[in-house]
């Protein structure tokens, strides 16, 4: 299953039935899981574990050294879930030892073309990286985050989960669950409601959610106060809990 014209490192822990297409580099370190495809041209170097069913496009550039000026060759690591699709010339870098030693990608996300995650980021489930956008260090995605094309954001904000950015968003403060986001500097524009609705929310908590949203943004009370209230419907609304837990750990600030 692994054509002779490719590169693999003995050290290297490869399940028998993956596939490693030619001219592909597989370095030290590297762990990749049963059901996996490797096409030609990609390189994974390791400390890095991939997943169950794992698949890795032409030219992509999976595990490399972060691109961290002060990293000086400490050994960190990218971990990486099952089914995720790497596309072509999308870059994964692993952790810093300033940071959290890892990159972690949890899983069935995509990353199309050109997408970049970098050193010390925590990608949840389910996520869609668009062409051209990117990841700078220590950023958390929530699950269920898509990024449409050319969005990026900035080191240490936090994505909560169900959120949308458009495309060229410019993302430099958190963003809460269920948001849809638009602009550079990125704004709220409203609710992802065609996220929820194909995630099976229904009409109720669909409706407590724009509620929610409404009370953070155009009710034009302060952010401890709407906060305040979030909390005592979340109680009765159990939708709301990641978004009120969202807001009391955010340390950016969030987008307003």
Not at 18 to 38: C, H, K, R
Not at 45 to 57: E, H, M, Q, S, Y
Not at 93 to 118: K, P, Q, W
Not at 184 to 197: C, I, Q, R
């Amino acid at each position: 299953m692994i054509d002779p014209r490719a590169i693999v490192d003995p050290g290297a822990e490869i399940a028998a039935d993956v596939e490693i297409g030619p001219f592909t580099v597989i370095g030290a370190g590297v762990t990749i899981g049963a059901g996996s495809w490797i096409g030609p041209h990609a390189v994974v170097k390791g400390p890095t574990v991939l997943g169950r069913g794992t698949r890795v496009f032409q030219f992509a550039s999976i595990g490399d050294a972060p691109q961290d000026k002060k990293y000086a060759g400490e050994p960190t690591r990218l971990v990486v879930g099952d089914r995720n699709v790497f596309r072509e010339f999308c870059s994964i870098n692993r952790g810093t030892v300033s940071g959290r030693g890892e990159t972690t990608i949890a899983n069935d996300c995509l990353f199309m073309a050109y997408s970049h995650v970098a050193h010390d980021c925590i990608v949840g489930s389910h996520c869609v990286m668009s062409n051209c956008t990117a990841l700078a260090g220590h950023v958390e995605l929530g699950d269920w985050v898509i990024l449409s094309g050319y969005a990026g954001v900035h080191q240490f904000c936090k994505i909560g989960a169900h959120s949308f950015l458009a495309n060229n968003a410019a993302v430099t403060r958190d963003v809460p669950p269920y948001l849809l986001v638009a602009g550079s500097p990125a704004e709220p524009k409203g609710v992802n409601s065609e996220g929820l609705k194909r995630r099976g929310f229904d009409a109720t908590q669909f409706a407590n959610i724009k509620n929610a949203y409404r009370l953070l943004y155009r009710s034009g009370l302060k952010l401890a106060e709407a906060s305040e209230q979030l909390r005592a419907l979340a109680a009765a609304q159990p939708e709301l809990v990641p978004f009120v837990d969202f807001l009391a750990a955010s340390e950016r600030s969030i987008i307003r």
